[in-house]
């Protein structure tokens, strides 16, 4: 436990220039500003380098053992970049065993390289693409972002096959919140078609899931949800993949969801 306080100190010093960023561009954010005091430079940087002391105080040196040689993650995460979601991804011990590509909207195509080097260099056994509410990557592809710098541009350009399939019925948020959903099933199909052999050997799994902070699948905040597996889509067909087979059945239906037809 005293691993994720260091970790979340470390991250909240780290992540509010960004946060403040993208406020202020055609970014957007579900409800309300925000009302975290954002830090100054000085500030930042001393929560990240005392964060970072705060981690090897409470691991001594032995932790590193382990993997001083090599590592062996057999979890591959694609998510956003968006400081909100939580880097000790999941509660579980990230050092040696996540391997996290993280950029704007969870992309695939964007980062391809990072994440062929998960899947065909590490011993990932899954590949999960985590989405989450509100994310400010999906509302701003949603809009007009031609103002917006070219590196931004180019990498929201490649969510526009998500917006142009859109059901445009419906109010903003909703159509929002579907549409994380929906380019978390583009994604899982970009990397489907990366790696159509792995999965067909039972090598490799796809889980699409979204990182759901605003108990908008009705299972609680900060649930981890999962949407796909493997291009499936059907909340009742994921629940019986064999892939939960270590969940019990009351865990599986409180993180297995659906808010949008496939894409
Ligand atoms: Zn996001």
Known sequence: MQKMKTGKKLILGLSCAVA???ASTAFAEHGETPTVAIKNAEATIK???TGNDLFTEHNDSHHFDAFQTGQTPTLTVITC???RVHTQLFGMDPDNNIFV???IGNQVKTAEGSVDYGVRHLPTKILMILGHSSCGAVKAAMGDYSGES???KAELDTLKPVIAAEDKSGDINGRWSKNVERNVDYQVKAAMELYKEKIQAKELTVVGAVYDFNDL???GRGKLVITNINGETTPNKIMDHPVLKEL???EIVTHVGSLAPAL
Do not use: E, P, Q
Request: hydrophobic share 35%; aromatic share 4%.
């Open 20 to 22: 403040l960023t993208m």
């Open 47 to 49: 929560a990240a380098v």
């Open 81 to 83: 970049s968006d400081s």
């Open 101 to 103: 590509i993280r950029n």
């Open 150 to 152: 070219k590196g931004i």
């Open 217 to 219: 699948y009705g299972k």
């Open 248 to 250: 019990n059945r009351g």
